[in-house]
Protein backbone atom coordinates (compact mmCIF):
# COMPACT_ATOMS: atom_id res chain seq x y z
CA UNK A 1 0.00 0.00 0.00
CA UNK A 2 1.67 3.41 -0.62
CA UNK A 3 0.06 6.74 0.01
CA UNK A 4 0.10 9.44 -2.14
CA UNK A 5 -0.21 13.58 -1.26
CA UNK A 6 -2.45 14.79 -3.69
CA UNK A 7 -0.86 18.48 -3.05
CA UNK A 8 2.46 16.75 -2.89
CA UNK A 9 3.36 17.12 0.77
CA UNK A 10 4.02 14.46 3.17
CA UNK A 11 2.87 16.02 6.03
CA UNK A 12 -0.57 17.27 4.59
CA UNK A 13 -2.32 14.77 6.17
CA UNK A 14 -5.63 15.95 5.81
CA UNK A 15 -7.90 12.86 4.63
CA UNK A 16 -8.89 14.74 1.71
CA UNK A 17 -5.38 14.97 0.92
CA UNK A 18 -4.12 11.56 1.20
CA UNK A 19 -5.23 8.62 -1.74
CA UNK A 20 -4.43 5.39 -0.45
CA UNK A 21 -3.45 3.00 -3.72
CA UNK A 22 -2.11 -0.58 -3.78
CA UNK A 23 1.09 -0.79 -5.69
CA UNK A 24 0.31 -0.86 -9.76
CA UNK A 25 -3.19 0.96 -9.27
CA UNK A 26 -3.19 3.53 -12.06
CA UNK A 27 -3.42 7.33 -10.82
CA UNK A 28 -4.98 10.06 -12.59
CA UNK A 29 -2.04 11.93 -14.68
CA UNK A 30 0.50 9.30 -13.74
CA UNK A 31 1.49 6.01 -15.54
CA UNK A 32 1.92 2.84 -13.50
CA UNK A 33 4.24 3.70 -10.51
CA UNK A 34 6.73 1.64 -8.77
CA UNK A 35 7.97 4.02 -6.23
CA UNK A 36 5.88 4.13 -3.20
CA UNK A 37 7.17 8.15 -3.50
CA UNK A 38 6.20 9.55 -6.74
CA UNK A 39 4.09 12.36 -6.79
CA UNK A 40 0.85 13.21 -8.66
CA UNK A 41 1.58 16.21 -10.79
CA UNK A 42 0.08 19.37 -9.03
CA UNK A 43 -1.52 21.03 -11.82
CA UNK A 44 -3.28 23.83 -9.79
CA UNK A 45 -3.44 25.69 -6.66
CA UNK A 46 -4.32 23.04 -3.96
CA UNK A 47 -7.39 24.26 -2.00
CA UNK A 48 -5.45 24.16 1.00
CA UNK A 49 -3.07 26.98 -0.80
CA UNK A 50 -5.72 29.25 -1.95
CA UNK A 51 -7.46 28.89 1.95
CA UNK A 52 -3.80 29.58 2.76
CA UNK A 53 -3.96 32.98 0.50
CA UNK A 54 -7.13 34.04 1.82
CA UNK A 55 -5.72 34.25 5.47
CA UNK A 56 -3.08 36.64 3.85
CA UNK A 57 -5.31 38.68 2.46
CA UNK A 58 -6.91 38.96 5.68
CA UNK A 59 -3.81 39.58 7.42
CA UNK A 60 -3.83 42.84 5.50
CA UNK A 61 -6.63 44.22 7.01
CA UNK A 62 -4.71 43.87 10.88
CA UNK A 63 -4.71 47.46 12.16
CA UNK A 64 -1.75 45.99 14.73
CA UNK A 65 1.47 47.91 14.72
CA UNK A 66 3.73 44.74 16.10
CA UNK A 67 2.25 41.49 13.89
CA UNK A 68 -0.58 41.42 11.02
CA UNK A 69 -2.23 37.52 11.27
CA UNK A 70 -4.94 36.36 9.38
CA UNK A 71 -7.20 33.30 9.86
CA UNK A 72 -9.10 31.06 7.94
CA UNK A 73 -11.58 28.42 9.48
CA UNK A 74 -13.39 26.01 7.32
CA UNK A 75 -15.65 23.06 7.81
CA UNK A 76 -14.26 19.38 7.01
CA UNK A 77 -14.76 19.32 3.73
CA UNK A 78 -13.04 22.29 3.31
CA UNK A 79 -16.28 23.37 1.01
CA UNK A 80 -17.18 25.72 3.51
CA UNK A 81 -15.82 28.72 5.13
CA UNK A 82 -17.21 28.95 8.71
CA UNK A 83 -15.47 31.85 10.08
CA UNK A 84 -12.35 34.42 9.55
CA UNK A 85 -10.22 36.96 11.26
CA UNK A 86 -7.53 39.13 11.62
CA UNK A 87 -5.91 40.79 14.59
CA UNK A 88 -6.89 43.88 15.82
CA UNK A 89 -8.87 45.84 18.74
CA UNK A 90 -12.33 45.21 19.91
CA UNK A 91 -15.19 46.26 17.65
CA UNK A 92 -15.96 50.56 18.24
CA UNK A 93 -12.40 50.44 19.21
CA UNK A 94 -9.60 52.87 18.10
CA UNK A 95 -8.38 51.23 15.42
CA UNK A 96 -4.79 50.68 16.67
CA UNK A 97 -2.89 48.97 19.42
CA UNK A 98 -4.13 50.25 23.46
CA UNK A 99 0.10 50.21 24.26
CA UNK A 100 2.91 49.73 22.48
CA UNK A 101 4.67 47.69 24.88
CA UNK A 102 5.74 44.11 24.28
CA UNK A 103 3.21 41.81 24.65
CA UNK A 104 0.81 43.97 25.62
CA UNK A 105 -0.64 45.60 22.58
CA UNK A 106 -4.03 44.61 23.52
CA UNK A 107 -5.50 43.38 20.06
CA UNK A 108 -7.35 40.30 19.70
CA UNK A 109 -5.37 37.29 18.18
CA UNK A 110 -6.45 36.69 14.97
CA UNK A 111 -7.29 33.31 15.56
CA UNK A 112 -10.11 34.33 18.74
CA UNK A 113 -11.35 36.57 16.33
CA UNK A 114 -12.24 33.56 14.03
CA UNK A 115 -13.06 31.44 16.44
CA UNK A 116 -16.09 33.38 18.78
CA UNK A 117 -17.34 33.29 15.39
CA UNK A 118 -16.79 30.20 14.14
CA UNK A 119 -19.75 27.11 15.15
CA UNK A 120 -18.57 24.86 18.16
CA UNK A 121 -20.84 22.30 16.99
CA UNK A 122 -19.38 21.82 13.54
CA UNK A 123 -16.08 18.65 14.24
CA UNK A 124 -12.98 18.51 12.55
CA UNK A 125 -12.71 21.72 11.34
CA UNK A 126 -9.73 23.00 9.41
CA UNK A 127 -7.85 26.49 10.51
CA UNK A 128 -5.48 28.57 8.29
CA UNK A 129 -3.45 30.76 9.90
CA UNK A 130 -0.26 32.69 8.73
CA UNK A 131 1.52 32.49 12.13
CA UNK A 132 1.77 29.95 13.87
CA UNK A 133 -0.55 30.03 16.72
CA UNK A 134 0.41 31.24 20.53
CA UNK A 135 -0.08 29.24 23.77
CA UNK A 136 -3.64 30.67 24.52
CA UNK A 137 -4.80 30.42 21.03
CA UNK A 138 -3.52 26.75 20.67
CA UNK A 139 -5.80 25.48 23.50
CA UNK A 140 -8.75 27.75 22.18
CA UNK A 141 -8.40 26.16 18.86
CA UNK A 142 -8.06 22.51 20.59
CA UNK A 143 -11.44 23.82 22.64
CA UNK A 144 -13.48 24.68 19.22
CA UNK A 145 -12.95 20.78 18.12
CA UNK A 146 -10.61 22.47 15.13
CA UNK A 147 -8.75 18.86 13.70
CA UNK A 148 -6.17 20.47 11.59
CA UNK A 149 -4.10 23.58 11.24
CA UNK A 150 -2.07 24.88 8.40
CA UNK A 151 0.59 27.60 9.47
CA UNK A 152 2.65 29.92 7.12
CA UNK A 153 4.71 31.06 9.24
CA UNK A 154 6.58 29.38 12.46
CA UNK A 155 6.10 31.93 15.48
CA UNK A 156 9.05 32.30 17.30
CA UNK A 157 7.75 30.64 20.48
CA UNK A 158 6.65 27.32 18.94
CA UNK A 159 5.26 26.35 22.02
CA UNK A 160 1.65 26.51 20.81
CA UNK A 161 2.36 23.94 17.43
CA UNK A 162 3.63 21.75 20.64
CA UNK A 163 0.63 21.86 22.49
CA UNK A 164 -1.65 21.14 19.21
CA UNK A 165 0.35 18.23 18.87
CA UNK A 166 0.20 16.99 22.13
CA UNK A 167 -3.90 17.27 22.06
CA UNK A 168 -3.59 15.40 18.40
CA UNK A 169 -4.31 18.04 16.51
CA UNK A 170 -2.53 17.61 12.98
CA UNK A 171 -0.18 21.15 12.52
CA UNK A 172 1.23 21.42 9.28
CA UNK A 173 4.28 24.23 8.50
CA UNK A 174 2.41 24.86 4.70
CA UNK A 175 4.73 26.67 2.48
CA UNK A 176 5.34 24.36 -0.85
CA UNK A 177 3.73 26.30 -3.18
CA UNK A 178 3.45 30.25 -1.52
CA UNK A 179 5.22 31.34 -4.84
CA UNK A 180 3.47 28.90 -7.10
CA UNK A 181 0.79 30.19 -9.45
CA UNK A 182 1.46 34.08 -8.46
ZN1 LIG B 1 -1.63 45.13 18.44
ZN1 LIG C 1 -2.78 33.93 20.01
Not at 105 to 110: D, R, V
Not at 112 to 121: D, F
Request: glycine share 6%; proline share 4%.
Amino acid sequence: MALTFKDGVPENVHPLNVVKRMKGDLVENEMNSTSDTEEIPVGRPPLFEVYMRMAEELAKRSTCARLQVGTVITDSRLEHVVAIGYNGNARGFPNRCDSDQAGKCGCIHSEMNALVKSPGHLRDKVAFITASPCTMCAKLIIQANISHVFFRELYRDSTGVAILESAGVVAVHYTRWMDAWR
